[in-house]
Structure formats: structure tokens, C-alpha cells
């Protein structure tokens, strides 16, 4: 069974440039979460989607959303892109409410 | 203060010991418990999970939960050298409409030494 897939694996980007990151979730979850993770805040919550609506978003500014596709697919954007972007993204999948999450190995954006 | 607090150690055993992780946390709201292992370059992997407190054992590991104390426990038995990586507590709140909201430890990096 194919596991959570993220693409592109690594990103290098320009500050002020934009960036779209994509996830497929495991076969049949509708549940997918954005995490950030950097070493010195570890793993931050971005926002999760449920048949393609958002219904938790975390404490990052506008420049960071998502939405997610009805095949469960799902996108996240950074627009105007800064040095503290830096970091490994994770995306998640879960069946369901009350299942743990099962994680993608993450792409990870370096801005230069 | 953070919600979820971890030692992040590094934590260095040899292998055969026993080693106990911990993490302790503030919000009473907090019901689904979750130990993960993440090797470097790789996402994190679902080790154990718990709804509310208890014990549950898969194999060498044992997860506790003491929601009284709020505190979390993951214990392995029988350490490996392939036991070696970081080893993340995670915990969330049902919130409305079903969402869930991963809180994480920092990690605790774990070295088994041969």
C-alpha cells in the first residue's frame, strides 16, 4: 500500500519568490495535515483539510495556505518567501478523526 | 511555557538496556497520545498511539498515558542500534467538527550504542 507522497522532495528558492508543495494521502484518507518543521521550533501544525475543507489552521501568517482536492490530494502555497521559511514540510494523512497520522517523508525548502 | 514539554537529551544507552521517554504536557483537553520515530531525512513514523489513559504494548514498546499527572511515557525493551533516532511525543484535542491539531515534544534523540 503506497504510503502519504510529497513532491518535489527539495526546493531552492529566491526570498520574495512563491512556492507550491503537493501531498497524496494514503488511498482512501480524507483527513491530510501540514506541518513545519525546523530545528528550532521542531514540528509547528499549519492547517488540516477534510474533504476539501479546511477546518484548523495554526499560527503562520497569510503568506501560508493550502487547499486540498476531491481525490484528497492536497497543495500548500508560500507566497513572498523569507530565510525563516526554511524548513523540512510535512504532510499527513489520517483515515479519520481518532487515528493516528501517517507522515510523507517532506520536502524540504531552503530560501536563499 | 510550552504546551507539550520533551527533553530533547541526546540520550545515549548500550544496547539490551531498557530506555524510558517522557513528556509531559498542560492541556487538560488532550486525548489521543502518540509516540513517534523519525530517522534523519525521513518524516516521522507512527510508533504507538492511545486514546486517553492507560497502557498499550505493541512488541518491545509500551506506551503509558497518566492523564492525572499529565504525563507520557514510551518504554523499549531490548534496545537496538536500529533503535537509534529521534523520538517525537505528539497529542491533540478533538476540536469541532472532528479536526485534529498534532502538538509536538521537541524530540529526544536517542543513540543505542553496540
Known amino acids: 500500500k503506497a504510503g502519504v507522497t510529497q513532491t518535489p522532495r527539495y526546493l531552492i528558492k529566491t526570498r520574495g519568490q512563491q512556492v507550491t508543495l503537493s501531498c497524496s494521502p494514503i488511498s482512501g484518507h480524507r483527513s491530510v495535515s501540514w506541518y513545519q518543521q525546523t530545528p528550532g521550533q521542531g514540528l509547528q501544525f499549519l492547517f488540516e483539510?477534510?474533504?476539501?475543507?479546511?477546518?484548523n489552521k495554526g499560527n503562520f501568517p497569510g503568506r501560508f495556505s493550502g487547499r486540498q482536492f476531491s481525490n484528497s490530494r492536497s497543495e500548500m502555497n508560500v507566497s513572498t518567501l523569507e530565510l525563516g521559511d526554511s524548513a523540512l514540510y510535512l504532510c499527513a494523512s489520517s483515515l479519520r478523526t481518532g487515528y493516528g497520522y501517517t507522515f510523507g517523508s517532506g520536502t524540504r525548502l531552503t530560501v536563499v | 511555557q510550552k504546551e507539550v514539554e520533551q527533553d530533547p537529551g541526546p540520550l545515549s544507552v548500550p544496547e539490551g538496556a531498557i530506555v524510558s521517554l517522557n513528556c509531559t504536557y498542560s492541556n487538560s483537553a488532550f486525548q489521543y497520545f502518540m509516540w513517534y520515530r523519525q530517522y534523519s531525512r525521513k518524516g516521522p513514523e507512527l510508533l504507538m498511539y492511545t486514546y486517553s489513559s492507560g497502557n498499550k504494548e505493541d512488541g518491545r514498546f509500551t506506551a503509558q498515558v497518566d492523564k492525572s499527572s499529565k504525563y507520557i511515557s514510551l518504554f523499549i525493551r531490548d534496545s537496538q542500534p536500529s533503535d537509534s533516532a529521534t523520538y517525537l511525543c505528539?497529542?491533540?484535542?478533538?476540536?469541532?467538527?472532528?479536526?485534529?491539531?498534532?502538538?509536538f515534544g521537541q524530540g529526544t534523540r536517542l543513540t543505542i550504542n553496540p
Open positions: 505528539a497529542m491533540s484535542a478533538e476540536g469541532n467538527q472532528g479536526a485534529q491539531k498534532l502538538v
Open positions: 483539510y477534510f474533504s476539501e475543507t479546511q477546518r
